[in-house]
Nanobody, 123 residues
Framework: QVQLVESGGGLVQAGGSLKLSCAAS????????MGWFRQAPGKEREFVGA???????YYADSVKGRFTISRDNVKNTVYLQMNSLKHEDTAVYYC?????????????????WGQGTQVTVSS
């Protein structure tokens, strides 16, 4: 069982930056693929990016070059650094964990979820 708690959300102006954190419980955190998803009002939850235990990453085209995912296996924490934020990045951001080494973009393939943190980008 893995419990995930996101933090770091807030209000930021367009063009600004924000860093989200996701703290995970459990002794096997380093073995999980960790992902970030987001859900805007009236839209489906969508894949943002993910990082494997090996630190290899994969991003959605919409955030590539602007967002960076990293992890600290000592602190059991994964981060989402968001730069050059746009109004369309406004959403609730969720952290997820998956035991598979394959990065899945579908939400149904992820085993554990956090409660989400709101990010609002003002234009």
């Amino acid at each position: 069982q893995v419990q995930l708690v996101e933090s770091g959300g807030g209000l930021v102006q367009a063009g600004g930056s924000l860093k989200l954190s996701c703290a995970a419980s459990g002794r096997t955190f380093s073995r999980y693929t960790m992902g970030w998803f987001r859900q805007a009002p009236g839209k489906e939850r969508e894949f943002v990016g993910a990082i494997r235990w090996s630190d290899s990453t994969y991003y959605a085209d919409s955030v590539k070059g602007r967002f960076t995912i990293s992890r600290d296996n000592v602190k059991n924490t994964v981060y989402l650094q968001m730069n050059s934020l746009k109004h369309e990045d406004t959403a609730v951001y969720y952290c997820a964990a998956d035991q598979s080494i394959v990065i899945h973009t579908a939400t149904t393939r992820w085993d554990y979820w956090g409660q989400g943190t709101q990010v609002t980008v003002s234009s």
